[in-house]
RNA sequence: GGGCUCGUAGCCGAGUCUGGAUUAAGGCGCUGGCCUUCGGAGCCGGAGACCGGGGGUUCAAAUCCCCUCGAGCCCGCCA
């Protein structure tokens, strides 16, 4: 017998025969959900439900009688994987699983299942669209965005193995004024050819002309505020201003040659920022020469971030170009439509959106999740000179990824909340209402290092490129000491998965919602929790398989007794209720944690009890089994959280 | 000022949505063993938390509700 997911089958078994007995007995109470919980100790059996609780207060009872009662009245004829039940604690009813039985149809579920076990297929297969990533194209990636690649491919990847069509998008943001601000300093010196990899160089330029500029700015609005004495602004320009001085000295400090060239460029100008405004416009509409420098530019650093999202092996099927939205007037065209509706009005020269208005007009409050006094925010839509703003856009854009998909998950950090807020509510003003429904932010908090928070504007971050660098290279190290006599290319090749898969695994291990702060041992842990130990103990696996060198012919699953087998063949049947929980709810920390854990009880087993040298043959049969089957699911959880499953390291 | 999120041992962190069994995982670090026969990136053991604080609901609360403190983020004609 198979079961693609051999844990469901017991449960099932156990609800049903609870059910009955329920029925039989107390008919009439109102007993909604027996829920079956898996108790603390084995000794609890692996089942476990607290109905008699809840009974026992509505009968006015003892929960112990009442569970005695009721395991009594079980229709033992009926049991299969069920061995045994009984009362106990203050009332708890305790299945216990049929170890033979349960044993062999899991291992055997598994191993005939392969690479397909555990993966159960949803039966309403949708087309998700998955936007991730969609980093800026004006700096490389640095540690704390890579936190969104990490989880986006995991999260599609776990979509699609729930059967659903998945389409992995990028959107590509060469739009608004931060591109002009790039291309306006990169002009300014003349264009120059890369001498490194094209992001790392575009990104210096970008730092230091925004930071330029804004000094610029903030000194001129500092002036401004003086000569009208608007002294209560004064304070926070000049905190501002400091921020901003103490950066670009950093930034002098690092790139010398560089600051000094392009202050020198720039204090040209006696107006930059109205260059990079007219840049911003004239790209905006599609002009040519705008075209030529931004899109040129755009694509420059987009190329060094595809090599460094092809180093991690992240992958995508589209990758959109927010300017191509604008240039096909897909943007005009829900403006216009926006602008029918009774929440979008000018106010001096620009065009508002009135978000609050829209939330009462359809009742949203409580669906969107807001409190009744929490009053939203209006959202800009246009300049006063005419330029959209990125929440704009993206209206336009989400609309375009609804043509496509029936549901699109933005994976974005949680900073942008309100923004993903004013984007559903703009899809119900414009009677999208059931796009709105089918919207979801996956919002994941900030990755800072210890004592700030990075910042691509500023400069100081950690690029992603650095910290796979030097994992690759911790790795090399590890390899080198503890497998001397391996070929360089083969040292190389493991350094290389090893590392990469540390970095992965670290990113995606934490649940999203924490906070992370970066440090290098988070990342160059080689040890217990780690994509390293997982790793090993799949490789161990597969040794052991190879060393056997015979198929297990004839497996006596009734020989696995010890403790130690039956929790490993427990937690491998649990594997499909896990990778559906983690697809369903999106938490691909789910997986990581599970792989962990069965790598940890693999590991115990491994050092406790023998496999090859077993006797009888029947029982090495059983075991050897057992270990393939671990292999296998170590490597299917591996490969859904997008690390290489080796059969050496 | 308003809103969102996080707060579990020296550090990192699971569990919180879906409340359950006086043993609240696991890792790092500290510490005592195994010095390896299927690979030690390993295994076994010890010390260490009553879950930010305070109330409440419940037979049962780290988990739900209220209040409060601390940290981060957001509230831009930036994206």
Request: glycine share 4%; charged share 25%; proline share 5%.
């Amino acid at each position: 017998m198979v079961s693609e997911n051999p844990f469901a089958e017991f449960r099932l078994e156990c609800q049903n025969s609870l059910e009955g007995s329920l029925q039989k007995l107390f008919s009439e109470t109102q007993i909604t959900r027996l829920s079956l919980e898996r108790p603390p100790n084995p000794e609890f059996g692996q089942l476990a439900s607290s109905l008699c609780f809840e009974l026992a207060k509505q009968l006015n009872e003892n929960p112990l009688t009442l569970a005695k009662r009721l395991v009594e009245a079980l229709n033992k004829s009926k049991f299969s994987l069920i061995e045994h039940v009984d009362a106990a604690g203050g009332g708890y009813i305790n299945f216990h699983v049929d170890f033979p039985k349960f044993s062999s149809i899991t291992i055997e579920s598994v191993r005939h299942l392969d690479i397909e076990y555990g993966l159960v297929k949803t039966d309403k297969p949708l087309k998700i669209i998955v936007e991730h990533t969609s980093a800026n194209p004006l700096h490389p990636m640095h540690i704390g965005q890579a936190r969104n690649p990490m989880l986006g491919d995991a999260i599609a990847q776990l979509l699609k193995s729930r059967g659903h069509n998945v389409y992995r998008h990028f959107y590509v943001d060469d739009v608004g004024r931060q591109s002009a601000v790039l291309a306006y300093g990169y002009k300014k010196l003349g264009r120059p050819k890369p001498d490194e990899k094209p992001d790392h160089f575009l990104g210096k330029i970008y730092t230091i002309t925004s930071c330029l500029i804004e000094i610029k700015r903030l000194k001129r609005e500092l002036e401004r505020a003086k000569a009208v004495s608007a002294t209560e602004e004064i304070p926070n320009l000049n905190k501002e201003l400091d921020d901003w001085m103490s950066a670009a000295a950093e930034l002098k400090e690092k790139h010398p040659n560089l600051f000094e060239e392009l202050l020198e460029r720039i204090t040209e100008d006696e107006d930059p920022e109205k260059k990079i405004n007219e840049l911003n416009k004239a790209y905006e509409a599609g002009h040519e020469r705008a075209k030529q420098l931004i899109r040129g530019v755009s694509e420059l650093c987009l190329q060094g971030l595809k090599q460094t999202l092809n180093r991690a092996e992240v992958s995508y099927d589209s990758w959109d170009w927010e300017s191509e939205l604008a240039w096909t007037s897909r943007v005009q065209t829900v403006l216009e439509k926006l602008k029918k509706t009774p929440y979008v009005f000018p106010l001096g020269g620009i065009l508002e959106f009135d978000a609050e208005k829209a939330v009462q007009q359809f009742d949203l409050k409580k669906k969107l999740g807001l409190r009744e006094s929490y009053e939203v925010p209006s959202l800009t839509l246009i300049r006063a000179d005419g330029t959209t703003l990125y929440p704009t856009r993206d209206i336009a854009y989400t609309l375009w990824k609804f043509e496509r998909a029936e549901k699109v998950i933005n994976v974005i950090g949680m900073e942008q909340k309100l923004a993903q807020l004013h984007l559903k509510i703009a899809l119900h003003a414009l009677g999208y209402g059931n796009y709105a429904d089918n919207l979801i932010h996956f919002a994941y908090n900030l990755v800072s290092l210890p004592g700030y928070t990075m910042s691509s504007r500023t400069g100081r971050y950690i690029k992603f490129d650095e910290v796979m660098d030097e994992a690759v290279k911790r790795a090399y190290e590890e390899v080198s000491k503890r497998s001397p006599q391996l070929s360089e290319e083969q040292k190389q090749e493991i350094a290389n998965f090893v590392g990469m898969g540390a970095v992965r695994y670290a990113l995606v291990e934490v649940d999203p919602s924490k906070p992370v702060v970066f440090t290098w041992d988070r990342v160059l842990n080689f040890e217990t929790n780690s994509a390293p130990y997982i790793q090993y103990s799949h490789a161990r696996a597969c040794s052991i398989l190879r060393k056997a060198a015979r198929k297990p012919e004839k497996p006596a699953y009734n020989l696995l007794k010890e403790k130690l087998e039956h929790e490993i063949i427990l937690t491998i049947s649990s594997f499909p209720d896990i990778f559906i929980e983690a697809a369903e709810l999106l938490k691909p920390n789910l997986i990581a944690d599970f792989a962990n854990v069965l790598a940890d009880k693999f590991n115990t087993f491994y050092n406790a009890l023998p496999v090859i040298k077993a006797k009888p043959q029947g029982l090495s049969d059983a075991r050897l089994a057992l270990v393939d089957a671990v292999r296998i699911v170590l490597r299917n959880t591996l490969n859904l959280i997008g690390i290489v499953a080796p059969e050496r390291m």
